[in-house]
């Protein structure tokens, strides 16, 4: 019976950790937008032109680069 209850409360913090990481990262969108005044489907397609760029991620070191360079 703990073992059950173990993975019920397992299962409710990853849920927990996802939703405010999907909160988080619309918050940023939304901050995006607003401040380079685009809607939420260009801030997206930034994202995506970024990661393709970078290598989809993070430099070796962990850290977004400094500069964030808007083309177009």
Sequence with gaps: MAGVLEQLIRQ??????????AMELEAAKEILAEVFRVPLSEVDE??????????A?????GLWPQEFCLEG
């Design 12 to 21: 409710q913090n990853r849920v927990e950790y996802r939703s405010l990481k």
């Design 46 to 55: 930034m994202i995506r032109c970024r990661f393709e760029v970078e290598g």
């Design 57 to 61: 991620g993070p430099n070796e070191k």
